[in-house]
């Protein structure tokens, strides 16, 4: 894990290639982020010098990485994270990023892989939307609830296809509707920290990876998980922040009927995901597990249900944060002047002011929430009044 000299500091690359690089101390540990523009080689790159020790470390880098930036400036915030406002060629509600260095996940995944470990996560403004998990014995219909709302909103939501051990059902495809996959390679996978959360349920290994997330949030979408009651109580004790809906059968004989009737299962499983059912069913009642309840009787009414608990809590409410649209969507590069508590100061790059906007804004971060894997969200942007 530890190096003496880096490609990264070697003298011959840092002349030959155009670079820019910052350097922030955490503890012991400063964290260098570098962008070596080397044509169409361009990279950000992160390396940690362990001052103890003097040498140069490594970190696995996890998150949704941010396109090469030809320019940045950092700042530590709650102790946990560097803001990273980046020079990207795109506005500014796009140029901001959170690389996670103690962060619950980041101290986590550490754990689990035995290596330093960073997490990059882009800044969400305002409340932003949370992933949604979505629960209930199976048979009550989460999936064909699922389905309707991919099929009606397909660019505003999309589906964490997670793993599974089991094998596939006739009409199921392979990354689409679960990725199939055999015990051993799931389980070397879990012990190599890939996965948010996993669960045995009714005898086969399920599990959501946290590139199943992040592919979903890398497109702007909102992440809708169908997991079981264990695997929710996981993502509850997770660094995942999300809306948690547990779906109710309108009584034990008709969730039977239902599986029966989808015909996917032999005699033998069905007793065993009753069996589970009523487990599961006495699960759901744990304190502050689920936010939300949802009887799926009618089927309609239930979706219609389900479709006003999202649009509750969709993030798309913008009166809590004070933005001024048209300085979060220039393109005025901002470098981070100041800190204060949780505000923290940018100014626009010298000279290059866009008509129209003010000249620094201030970026109110005591509400971030969510980070790796998905966005660090609750971040205002004010203008500051020219005095
Ligand atoms: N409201 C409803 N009324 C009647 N049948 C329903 C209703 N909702 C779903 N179904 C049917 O019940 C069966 C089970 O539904 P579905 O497969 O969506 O359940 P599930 O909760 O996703 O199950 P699993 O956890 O096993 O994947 C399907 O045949 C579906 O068409
Ligand atoms: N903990 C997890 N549970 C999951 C995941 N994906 C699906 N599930 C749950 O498994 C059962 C059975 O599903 P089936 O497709 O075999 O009928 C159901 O309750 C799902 O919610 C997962 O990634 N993690």
Redo the contacts with the bound molecule.
Sequence with gaps: MGEEVPDFCNEKVILEAKDFRTATTVGDKTYVISTLDDGPKSTNSIRILDKLTQTWIVPTVLGTQPIHFEAHSAILVNDDRVLVVAKNGAPLIDSIWFLEVNTSFVKQQCKIRGTEVVAWSKGVLGRGQKPVVIS?P???????LIAKLMNDSPSRFGFSVSHTTRAPREQEIDGVHYHFTERRKMEKEISEGKFLEFANVHGNLYGTSIEAVEAVTDEGKRCIL?IDVQGAQSVRDSSLEALFIF?CPPSFEELEK??R??GTETEEQIQK?LRNAKAELDQSNTPGLFDHFLV????ET?YENLKKLLLLDDGSCVSDYSCSTTDSKAMTYYTVLSKTDSEVLLQPETGKVEKGTTSMLSLDLSSLSGGAPGGTRGIKICSVNKG
Excluded: F, Q
């Design positions: 209930g199976s048979g009550v219909g989460k999936g064909t169908d779906v239902r599986l009737a989808r995901r799926n009787d009618d089927l239930c």
